[in-house]
C-alpha cells in the first residue's frame, strides 16, 4: 500500500476519444505531480498541482489537462487521443517529511 | 534545463556479482538526487536517496553518494541478486521529478 491509488489499472481507448485517468492520495498531501512514462523510457513530467492549481508544467500540449480537489484527489485529462499517447500514467503525491510517493499507475492503450 | 543522464542497458550480471551504474547530472541549483527501481508491471518505488553533496543514500545493499564535484550519483550493490532485477531509474528533483532513460538489471543465477 502506496498511499496513492491509482484507477483504472488498464485502460484502452481509440484515437480521437478523451479519457480520464483518476488518482486518490492521503490526506494532507497537497501536491500531487503526473508523469508520462512511454514503453522503454523513464517518465516525463506533465503537470504539478498544488491546493487545487497548476503549478508546473512539463513540455505537454494544452489537450493534457487535470484538476486536483479537496478530498486530495486528482484527474488527469487527455482529448483527442493519439496513438503516442499510449504509455503508463503515474500520479505522485509530494509531501516536505516523506518527499514523492508513487502510484502504481494506469497503463493507458489508444489503438 | 535540469537533466539526468543515466548509464544504457540492458545490463546482465551472474548472481553475486558487483552492480554499478553510472548516473550524471546537470543542474543549476542544488537538487536532491535518487534512485528509483521499476519491477514488471509496477509503479516506481523509491530505493534511496541523497539531498546534499557527499551524502550517501543506501537502502538493501544498494550505495550511492552525491558527488558535486563530478555531478554524479553512481548506483552500487556489491552482490546482486536474482531479485533485483528490475528497471533503475535515476533522478533529480527541484521543482518537479526529472528522470533518466533507465537501465534494465537482469541478473542471472
Known amino acids: 500500500e502506496t498511499g496513492v491509488t491509482q484507477s483504472p489499472t488498464h485502460l484502452i481507448k481509440t484515437r480521437g476519444q478523451q479519457v480520464t485517468l483518476r488518482c486518490s492520495s492521503q490526506s494532507g498531501h497537497n501536491t500531487v505531480s503526473w508523469y508520462q512514462q512511454a514503453l522503454g523510457q523513464g517518465p516525463q513530467f506533465i503537470f504539478q498541482?498544488?491546493?487545487?492549481?497548476?503549478?508546473g508544467r512539463g513540455n505537454f500540449p494544452p489537450r493534457f489537462s487535470g484538476l486536483q480537489f479537496p478530498n486530495y484527489s486528482s484527474e488527469l485529462n487527455v482529448n483527442a487521443l493519439e496513438l503516442d499517447d499510449s504509455a503508463l500514467y503515474l500520479c505522485?503525491?509530494?509531501?516536505?517529511?516523506?518527499?514523492?510517493?508513487f502510484g502504481s499507475g494506469t497503463r493507458l492503450t489508444v489503438v | 534545463g535540469d537533466s539526468v543522464t543515466q548509464m544504457e542497458g540492458p545490463v546482465t550480471l551472474s548472481e553475486e556479482a558487483f552492480l554499478t551504474i553510472n548516473c550524471t547530472y546537470t543542474?543549476?541549483?542544488?537538487?536532491?538526487l535518487f534512485w528509483y527501481v521499476q519491477y514488471p508491471g509496477e509503479g516506481l518505488q523509491l530505493l534511496l536517496k541523497a539531498t546534499k553533496a557527499d551524502d550517501k543514500g543506501s537502502n538493501k545493499g544498494f550505495e550511492a553518494t552525491y558527488r558535486k564535484e563530478t555531478t554524479s550519483f553512481h548506483l552500487e550493490k556489491g552482490s546482486v541478486q536474482v531479485s533485483d532485477s528490475a528497471v533503475y531509474f535515476c533522478a533529480l528533483s527541484e521543482i518537479d521529478m526529472r528522470f533518466g532513460a533507465g537501465t534494465r538489471l537482469t541478473v542471472k543465477p
Open positions: 498541482y498544488y491546493r487545487e492549481e497548476e503549478n
Open positions: 543542474a543549476t541549483g542544488y537538487p536532491s
Open positions: 505522485a503525491s509530494w509531501t516536505s517529511t516523506i518527499g514523492y510517493t
